[in-house]
Nanobody, 115 residues
Framework: QVQLVESGGGLVQAGGSLRLSCAASGSIFSINFMRWYRQAPGKQRELVAELTSRGNTNYADSVKGRFAISRDNAKNTMYLQMNKLIPEDTAVYYC?????????WGQGTQVTVSS
């Protein structure tokens, strides 16, 4: 069983940056997929970024060029670096790790971008 704890959310002005962290209680070395999602009020949860075990990354069109997903195996942590934030990025951000056949989610962290 892996537990995920997120941190790094907060209030930031448009144009600013935040780095979200997702710390796992166990080793992430054998994790197959790492993903960040977000859910804005009244909207469905959407996939923001994905990192595969082979190092491939995928991003939602809305965040390409602004967000970057990464991992630090030594710290059992994944990150989401968010730059050039805009008000539309305001949402609760969730991390997810998949280690087949299991799936783990973080509790969510609020990101609010003011205009």
């Amino acid at each position: 069983q892996v537990q995920l704890v997120e941190s790094g959310g907060g209030l930031v002005q448009a144009g600013g940056s935040l780095r979200l962290s997702c710390a796992a209680s166990g080793s992430i070395f054998s994790i197959n997929f790492m993903r960040w999602y977000r859910q804005a009020p009244g909207k469905q949860r959407e996939l923001v970024a994905e990192l595969t075990s082979r190092g491939n990354t995928n991003y939602a069109d809305s965040v390409k060029g602004r967000f970057a997903i990464s991992r630090d195996n030594a710290k059992n942590t994944m990150y989401l670096q968010m730059n050039k934030l805009i008000p539309e990025d305001t949402a609760v951000y969730y991390c997810r790790m998949t280690k087949w056949p299991s799936d783990y989610w973080g509790q969510g962290t609020q990101v609010t971008v003011s205009s």
